[in-house]
């Protein structure tokens, strides 16, 4: 592996911790309402085998009055035997309104560039109406349903014999109409064990894309938890040639900011 591939690893890995050391360094200086958490992964392997992985995750949250704004950003990326095998940036802003003690209204933004999903980019923007039937401090679960508006660019990857991607063939951009839907849970067993699941879902007359993350969440002290993760990735209707599931498996190192009130 190069240089250049060991420095794309690195700061791939150390990204969540460069932007959660400024905040973590002024955790009591955040302004009133923040909260959110880090938390990076990095696995390297040598030997009768020749790989490397990292990922990344940010989550941030501010809460003002009846208003929650959250935002996302992860990424992933991996090699094996020399080869790029994986590298993937996501992006989600959302913004909820409280309208009653259960019911909110959403707007969201999201992002996906895949560079092996067959889609150079998806991108949208949608709202609608969620409810809360469960909001107790150690159970949590909301659902949402909204419309919304859709850009994405599919692309044909062209692969050697062993796989490698050597050339990259982008298609028609499409935009469509979509639905989308979303669910949210959390269940705290006790006060060091958390388990979290996460569902987005957007669908047009192109493609239905599906993204679920499930982890649990083991606290080590007040700040650090160790996660293990399990995603599902599926487009109902991949480029010729893909698969329409993708699956990641991570361990990461989690920093939970302190919430500021």
């Keep these: 592996m190069s240089l250049a591939d060991h420095t794309r690893l690195l700061l791939c890995s150390f990204i969540g911790a460069l932007v959660a050391a400024p905040l973590a360094a002024r955790a009591d200086d955040l302004p009133p309402g923040w909260s959110g958490k880090g938390q990076a992964g990095y696995i390297m392997s040598r030997g009768n085998s020749d790989t490397a992985s990292a990922n990344v995750k940010l989550d941030l949250n501010?809460?003002?009055?009846?208003?929650?704004?959250?935002?996302?950003?992860?990424?992933?990326?991996?090699?094996?035997?020399?080869?790029?095998?994986?590298?993937?940036?996501?992006a989600r802003l959302q913004s909820n309104y409280q309208i009653t003690a259960h019911m909110f209204s959403f707007a969201a933004l999201s992002y996906q560039d895949d560079r092996f999903g067959g889609f150079q980019y998806q991108a949208s923007g949608s709202g609608g109406l969620g409810y809360k039937f469960f909001d107790s401090e150690d159970t949590k679960l909301s659902a949402q349903i909204g419309v919304g508006y859709r850009s994405l660019r599919p692309e044909l990857l062209i692969k050697d014999d062993v796989g490698t991607v050597i050339d990259r063939i982008p298609l028609e951009t499409q935009t469509e109409v979509v639905g989308t839907a979303g669910v949210d849970f959390s269940h705290r067993f006790n006060a060091s064990t958390r388990l979290l699941d996460k569902l987005n879902a957007e669908s047009g007359s192109s493609n239905t894309s599906i993204r679920n993350d499930l982890s649990l969440e083991v606290k080590m002290n007040s700040r650090l938890s160790l996660a293990a993760g399990f995603s599902v990735l599926d487009n109902t209707n991949p480029p010729a040639g893909l698969k329409r599931t993708d699956t990641i498996t991570t361990l990461n190192l989690v920093y939970a900011f302190p919430a500021q009130h």
């Design 62 to 90: 501010l809460l003002r009055n009846d208003w929650k704004h959250n935002l996302s950003l992860d990424g992933l990326f991996g090699r094996s035997a020399g080869i790029t095998s994986s590298e993937r940036w996501d």
